[in-house]
């Protein structure tokens, strides 16, 4: 990670030093300097949309006025889900798009997140250029300036424009669909899609107000969403973040489906197609060794790379892959987007769940993912792994108590002041002994708060 630019994008408490109006002033003029080194003497354009935050509209006009002071040229899509930017820099040859976003945080927090000429996130190497453009700047932000002359794009219909075009006129109808929006970006884009496809639709967290975006509802928290199945007698309930690129689902029964079942599902169903490029499913780290397992046993094999889902995209185009994404719901079809999409994943979800004519529930019992135990702990700061000695122990013993029956991942968040553990393994109590351990080593080591 950066000094700015985490897993990613900038994250931060709206407010605070390095999320702010007058800092996004000054990545914008970090970035119009780096876009004409890249470009130059070209006509450049750069498109800006957001979610629902409040703090979203003076970020997104400090960001254009940057942008603006070298003669870039602004294109604000209004309030989009995260993978409408990407589409639009692919429809429109945008040299960059920018995402104001925090995606699943809290309201209080906003973001930044870039996207290249082709519509993939920008690599560690281009962030770390645009960081000490970023440091280069000392100019304010005149609060008293008139707002800059822009272009508006709808982003937001020509997003459903593009999701309507991806499958068969009524793929949806007859079935009752439950969706969480978050009262976020997809609050207005993901309702009409479905709805489109022939959908009926049970709406949660459609009423964003500036301050409530995953305010309890969302993605981090599904338990509106499993209520709302089970009470509506609904064949599937979605859930979104704020952003809307990535996806919870839950089954007709109302319970939560895990992450990695629904990447086994997609990525068998691929395979049974002959249609998963390079037989390979792309996942993280994170993802449960069940996967794997599937997977192999369906005649393919499983690449894994560090989290985020940027990673699992550059490793994907790398292999020839086309179906990859993590196992908290980033989910990547390349062949119709760049980066993941809540809404792409969830409609290929449902139409191969008519495809097959199962029940979601019926499906996913056909996989088994190994007992894991996760924890996710706040930090005061984030140490160099390798220099805490109570840790490292601990996962030194673990890894020797499970063998090749188990495995131990410790990692920081990229986006939050969080370290997250995992332990996982084929006995339950153990691994629930082990992440005991590796807890107390974390709290000996760090501040926990």
């Known amino acids: 990670m950066g000094k700015y630019f985490g897993t990613d994008g900038i994250r931060g408490v709206y407010g605070d030093c390095f999320m702010n109006n007058n800092f996004a002033f000054r990545v914008g003029l970090a970035l119009s300097r780096y876009l004409c080194n890249l470009y130059s003497g070209k006509k450049i354009k750069v498109a800006i949309g957001q979610d629902t935050r409040a703090s979203g509209a003076g970020l997104v006009e400090a960001l254009a006025r940057g942008l603006h002071k070298n ?184 319970e939560i489906v895990d992450g990695d079942v629904l990447l086994a599902i997609l990525g068998v169903n691929a395979l049974q197609k002959n249609a998963l490029k390079s037989t390979t499913l792309v996942v993280t780290e994170q993802s449960n060794l069940g996967l794997d397992e599937a997977i192999i046993l369906a005649g393919g094999s499983v690449v894994r790379t560090e989290v985020g889902d940027r990673n699992v995209v550059t490793r994907m185009r790398e292999i020839g892959a086309n179906i990859g994404g993590e196992s908290s719901g980033h989910i990547i079809f390349l062949n119709a987007a760049t980066t993941g999409d809540g809404l792409l994943a969830a409609l290929h979800l449902i139409n191969l769940l008519r495809d097959v004519d199962y029940k979601l529930s019926k499906l996913q019992a056909k996989y088994r993912l190994l007992p894991q135990v996760t924890r996710s702990l706040h930090i005061a700061q984030k140490l160099p792994l390798g220099d805490l000695r109570q840790v490292q122990q601990a996962i030194s013993k673990i890894e020797t108590e499970l063998g090749i029956n188990g495995r131990v991942l410790i990692r920081y968040s990229g986006t939050e002041s969080k370290i997250r553990l995992l332990v996982e393994g084929k006995d339950s109590g153990r691994i629930a002994n082990a992440i005991a351990k590796l807890e107390k080593s974390v709290r000996e080591d760090l501040d926990v708060v």
Do not use: W
Not at 182 to 205: C, D, H, Q, R, W
């Open 71 to 254: 003669g870039v040229a602004v294109y604000k899509l209004g309030v989009v889900p995260t993978p409408a930017v990407a589409l639009s820099v692919v429809e429109h040859n945008f040299n960059l798009g920018i995402a104001v976003t925090a995606s699943h945080n809290p309201a209080a927090d906003n973001g930044i997140k870039l996207f290249g000429e082709l519509g993939f996130k920008l690599s560690e190497s281009q962030e770390s250029e645009i960081e000490t453009l970023i440091d280069s700047e000392n100019e304010e932000l005149d609060k008293q300036q008139l707002p800059i002359d822009s272009f508006s794009i709808d982003g937001a219909n020509e997003y459903i424009s593009y999701m309507e075009s991806l499958f068969d006129e009524d793929c949806l109808e007859g079935l009752k669909i439950v969706l969480d929006l978050a009262n976020g970006a997809t609050f207005e884009t993901t309702p009409a899609v479905f709805e489109k496809y022939g959908a009926k639709t049970i709406l949660i967290g459609d009423r964003p107000n500036g301050t409530n975006i995953n305010d309890k509802v969302g993605s981090e928290y599904p338990l509106k969403l499993c209520e709302a199945v089970r009470s509506n007698h609904a064949d599937i309930g979605i859930a979104h973040d704020g952003d809307g690129d990535r996806l919870v689902v839950c089954n007709e029964s109302g």
